[in-house]
């Protein structure tokens, strides 16, 4: 379907571009940028006035659960969930049942994918069989099937010499690592962070530094290799100091953050129980306030969801027993536009640039500019729409944003020149 998107503010960070223009789509792709466009006959109009056009969101860090964790999630809604937040393509982490460790699993997941998905789906391959930390998988094979990168993600690769050899490895195919960054033995047992708080509840605490120290292997090993490391979920001060020195002396790491580490601090945890519990856990507001720098500075390139369902049981258990994990893919772009863009903490065209450009940037993947001739992934965020999380589009609804209220909707996201999710009543004339 050939339309023309029309009046809107267009955010894109590929050229800087910010204004108001129309929007050409023809046969998938972006055919003209315009002030004013006359739509060709037969083309559908849409208006945008009020609205912000911005390249499809790029998530670098999604839980689909399938297969194996179907009660959960599916490759099916989690794509309908994330089309519903605006974004466009998705990067599928490896700790499925069994993981993605293997060539014939990342077929199966782009399988799946062409079959059930309504946006696009990148494969991450295990880096070790079964995610057990003892071998490493066949790199080489779930490349060449397919896979955008590599990751034990949801565990730690505790071998430093097999970590280094993953690295090579990664370097050798032209593929990064995602690093989870966590020391099991320090955080072994733990279930919040580590402080003073955790002594008052009761509950086993998780020290900051179960993270940064591996922070820091991760950074001398992408020194020493040369391999791209992508910094997962980050959660500290001394991680955010950590990236910043080795961005300034040129190691190849790039690193993301989840909204509910910049919305949330560990005090959430008396208020929404197992829903505010998560791997890294929620931090302190000392934490939390580094975060914010980092992205402000552009330490932290990435934004990502983390995006872990898990069925209403398992979440429904006593704290120290129920999973890490919550969802976020329906609610980023909001929970930034609130807590990020509307207090000028970033500017709009940095937020979409650390959602979009820089993730398509940093896993080599089409996606993340509004030019001519570019793949018509595309999402339209309405900042004046008011509306409350009641509900959910992902089979999961382990969220701590449940109920709360928001201004600013996704309310229409395109993938390769087709709608695949609209809000409310059409703006298709």
């Known amino acids: 379907m050939d339309f023309l998107i029309a009046g809107g503010r267009v955010l894109d960070p590929s050229s800087r571009r910010d204004g108001i223009f129309d929007l050409l789509v023809k046969n998938g792709k972006i055919a003209s940028i315009e002030k004013n466009i006359s739509a060709p006959k037969n083309t559908a109009k849409i208006s945008a006035r009020g609205c912000w056009v911005m390249p499809g969101l790029i998530d670098a860090h999604v839980h689909l659960r399938e297969p194996g964790g179907e009660e959960s999630e599916t490759i099916a809604s989690g794509t309908q969930a994330a089309a519903a937040g605006g974004v466009t393509s998705v990067l599928a982490m490896a700790n499925t049942k069994p993981p993605i460790d293997s060539p014939q699993q990342v077929r199966f997941v782009l399988r799946r994918a062409k079959e059930t998905a309504i946006v ?80 008052k509840l009761g509950l086993r605490g998780i020290p900051p530094e179960s993270e940064s120290v591996m922070v820091a292997r991760a950074i001398f090993l992408s020194r020493l290799t040369g391999a791209r490391v992508h910094l997962a979920h980050m959660s500290t001060k001394d991680s955010v100091d950590l990236i910043r020195n080795a961005k300034k002396n040129g190691v190849p790491v790039s690193a993301e953050t989840c909204p509910h580490y910049l919305t949330l601090t560990e005090d959430a945890v008396q208020r929404y129980k197992t829903s505010a519990k998560m791997k890294p856990p929620l931090r302190s507001h000392k934490d939390q306030n580094a975060l914010l720098e980092g992205l402000s500075d552009g330490t932290l390139d990435t934004i990502a969801t983390d995006h872990a369902p898990h069925d209403p049981r398992s979440k429904e258990r006593e704290f120290s027993q129920a999973p890490f994990g919550i969802i976020g893919l329906e609610t980023s772009f909001a929970l930034v536009h609130q807590a990020l863009i509307e207090t000028k903490v970033l500017t709009p065209m940095e937020a979409v640039r650390k959602m979009s450009f820089n993730p398509a940037e940093n896993f080599g993947l089409p996606g993340g500019s509004i030019s001519k001739g570019a793949v018509a992934d595309l999402a339209i965020f309405d900042p004046g729409i008011s509306w409350t999380a009641d509900h959910f589009i992902s089979k999961s609804f382990n969220s701590p944003f449940t109920g709360r209220h928001f201004k600013g909707k996704i309310i229409m996201t395109i993938v390769g020149g087709s709608i695949v999710y609209q809000f409310g009543s059409s703006r298709t004339q």
Do not use: F, Q, W
């Open 120 to 199: 696009r789906v990148y494969p991450v391959g295990a880096v070790t069989k079964n995610l057990e930390g003892k071998e490493l998988a066949d790199i080489a094979g779930m490349v060449k099937a397919g896979c955008a990168a590599i990751s034990d993600d949801g565990r730690e690769v505790m071998d430093t010499r097999l970590y280094r050899r993953a690295l090579e490895l990664a370097k050798a195919h032209r593929v990064p690592l995602i690093d989870h960054c966590e020391d099991e033995n320090l955080s072994m047992g733990g279930v919040m962070n580590e402080s003073s708080l955790s002594a």
